[in-house]
């Protein structure tokens, strides 16, 4: 078993910046890929970024491409999600979950999630 707690959410105007944390215990965090998802109301819940088990490579939803930096500290058990020039259309519960190994696009493939944390952008 695999827990994840995320952090950071909160309120904050269009254009500003918050930092996502997700720590995790259990299994080994090494050897798992992560993945941050986020669901806004009314909408399926999609990808937004996922990374290496080795924080090598990394995969972002076109439309926080150079705007979202997903990172890891192995050593902290925690995976991160630095987001800048927030937007409204931002807005949705932000969820980290984990694999083992390899990273994958959908949902159905990570076997452990977070509880999720709200993040709304104001205009």
């Known amino acids: 078993q695999v827990q994840l707690v995320e952090s950071g959410g909160g309120l904050v105007q269009a254009g500003g910046s918050l930092r996502l944390s997700c720590a995790a215990s259990?299994?080994?965090?090494?050897?798992?890929?992560m993945g941050w998802f986020r669901q806004a109301p009314g909408n399926e819940r999609e990808l937004v970024a996922t990374i290496t088990w080795r924080g090598v490579s990394t995969y972002y939803l076109d439309s926080v491409k150079g705007r979202f930096t997903i990172s890891r500290d192995n050593a902290k058990n925690t995976v991160y999600l630095q987001m800048n020039s927030l937007k409204p259309e931002d807005t949705a519960v932000y969820y980290c979950?984990?694999?083992?190994?390899?990273?994958?696009?959908?949902?159905?493939?990570?076997?452990?999630w977070g509880q999720g944390t709200q993040v709304t952008v104001s205009s």
């Open positions: 979950a984990a694999r083992p190994y390899s990273t994958s696009r959908r949902s159905d493939d990570y076997d452990y």
């Open positions: 259990g299994r080994t965090f090494s050897n798992y890929s």
